[in-house]
C-alpha cells in the first residue's frame, strides 16, 4: 500500500505573546473625554467594556502628540488590523518618547516578526529583556523568532528562560518540544508537549504535535487519541482531520479515513496533502478515477507525489 508522505505540519509554531493592553474610552460622558487624551487610553487599566475607533485613538494622538502610551495604544490597534508598518511606525514613536518603555519594543518586535524582519524582532526582544529582565514572555517572543530562522539552540534556552521564569508557560513548553523534535530530539519533544497539556488541556496544537510524535513512534491508538482531542478543541482544526486520516489509512481503515480527509479539504480547499491521501484511500477502494483526480490536485497544489503511485493509476486508467 501507499503510505501517504503525510506529517508536514509538524512543528506548527504557536502564537506570539502580544503585549496586553486595556483601554478606556471614556470615565464620564463623551463631552469630557473630548477634553483629555486619558479618556481614550489607559494602558493596564479597565474600561467600560467597549473598545475604542481608530478615531478615538488618533484622537488621543493629536490631543497629546508628546505622550508615548498615545502611540502605543494605536500601534496595538494597528497590528491588530494587520496594518503592521503603520504599527512599527507608532511603536517607534512610542519608544522616542520613552526609550524605557520595554512593552513598546516588545510590541515592534511582533510587528517586525509578523513582517518577516526576524532580525530587527530579535533586536526588540533583545532590548525589552534589558530593561524587564523578568519578562517571560520576551523570551518566549526571542525563542521563537530564533526558532523561525532555525537558531534551534539559542531558541530552546529562550524558553528554558521563559519557563524558569514563569513555570506554568503552556506555549513555551510547546514550542521548546517542537525545536526539540527539530534537533532530532523526540524524547524531550514527546515530554515537554505533555507538560504544556498538563498545565493548559484546551491546547489543540499540542494534541496535534504530540500526536504526530505517537504516530512517528508507530503508536496509532494513542495518534488517533490526540488527533481527535485536538478536532474535540478545534473542529475546525483541518489539519488534524487529515492525519487522523493519514493514521486510518496505516489501519486500513479506509472508510474513516476518506470522512476525514473529505472533511479537511471541504475545510481547506488548499490542502493539498489530503487531496494527495485521499487519492490513497480511492485507489485502495478501486475508485480509480477518482484517486486519479485528486493525486493530480495535490500535484497542482504543490505536493511532490509519489510518481511509483501516479504510474500506477495512468496504467489502470490508460492515460
Known sequence: MFKGD???????ITRYIKV?????????????????????????GSYNNSSPTMEDLDKAVAMSPGLSDAYFDRALALAQLGKFAEAIADFSE???LNPQDAEAFQGRGNAYAAKGNFIGAIADF???IDLDPADAGAYYNRGLTRANQGDLSRAITD???AITINPQFADAYHNRGLTWGRQGNPTQAMADLSHAIAIDPTLADAYYNRGIGYDKQGDHLRATADFSKAIGINPKFAEAYTNRGSVEIEEGNFSDARADLTIAIEMDPGLAQAYNDRAIVYYQLKEYNKAWGDLNKAKDLGLAINSEFRNILKKILNK
Request: hydrophobic content about 40%.
Open 94 to 96: 512610542a519608544i522616542r
Open 159 to 161: 524558553f528554558t528562560k
Open 126 to 128: 533583545s532590548k525589552a
Open 6 to 12: 503525510g506529517h508536514l505540519f509538524l512543528g506548527k
Open 20 to 44: 496586553s493592553v486595556t483601554f478606556i474610552l471614556c470615565f464620564n460622558s463623551a463631552l469630557v473625554c473630548a477634553q483629555t487624551a486619558k479618556g481614550y487610553y489607559n494602558r493596564g
